[in-house]
């Protein structure tokens, strides 16, 4: 038998050593026991058995480039990643997901590289609040694109001219920071205040973080300002 031209054949035979193959068309694929030539829809795309299972398809590895964009595909298959960004032009930031349909989370879009979100405010800028305020510089801040969990850091430099306990503080949607920093200043002197990595689950998509500021009711400069942001986790 000849070898039928792709370019010009829209069918074509299958058969096996034994005689044939049975195939049976069994729609979406669901939990049970498959046999030689069962052909079921899974996440998408058609498979046909080769052999008795009871395990779900696999998707087979592609050369197709890896994804890219500011939107995640709409409907992923297990162990498809994607590059996630802010502009396709000139990112501020390059998350690589990979999409986990095992996950029992919401969030089923896995952070598995990139660098986190650097906002920084170089300004000095000074205020004497008794509580939470924003300086004349508000941040640095950042919307969160898509929900999820999300790791967070940050550090501001600051100074008073009499011994206090100014703060700095991560806010969310404009509420009094939850996850705060502070430092004893002696007069006159320089104090750094900065958090370790902090994660903050089940997140909103375009929840506004910034950092707030607490001089403690004495006239406080800060400067060096700095918020990192990196996802865990997203939908």
């Not at 007069?187 to 375009?206: D, E, F, H, P």
């Amino acid at each position: 038998m000849s070898t039928p031209n792709p370019g010009t054949t829209n069918w074509v035979p299958l058969w096996d050593l034994n005689g044939g193959i049975d195939l049976r068309y069994l729609g979406d694929w669901v939990s049970g026991s498959y046999r030689d030539g069962d052909v079921t829809i899974y996440q998408g795309t058609a498979y046909v058995c080769v052999r008795p299972t009871t395990a779900a398809p696999t998707p087979w590895a592609t050369s197709v480039a890896l994804g890219y964009g500011t939107t995640l595909p709409a409907s992923p298959y297990n162990g498809q990643e994607f590059v996630l960004v802010d502009s396709t032009t000139n990112p501020s930031y390059q998350w690589r997901l990979r999409f986990n349909a095992n996950s029992t989370s919401a969030y089923k879009w896995e952070f598995v590289g990139g660098a986190p979100v650097n906002g920084y405010v170089g300004t000095t800028e000074s205020s004497a609040a008794a509580g939470w305020t924003d300086l004349a510089t508000i941040g640095p801040s950042f919307t969160l694109p898509r929900a999820g969990d999300y790791l967070f850091a940050f550090e501001t430099t600051m100074t008073c001219s009499i011994a206090n306990w100014p703060h700095v503080g991560l806010s969310l949607s404009g509420a009094a920071p939850a996850i705060e920093a502070l430092a004893s200043n002696n007069a006159a002197m320089y104090q750094t205040a900065s958090s370790t990595w902090r994660k903050i689950a089940g997140l909103a998509a375009s929840t506004a973080v910034k950092l707030m500021y607490h001089p403690n009711g004495a006239s406080v400069t800060f400067l060096y300002r700095t918020l990192n942001v990196q996802p865990v986790r997203v939908a």
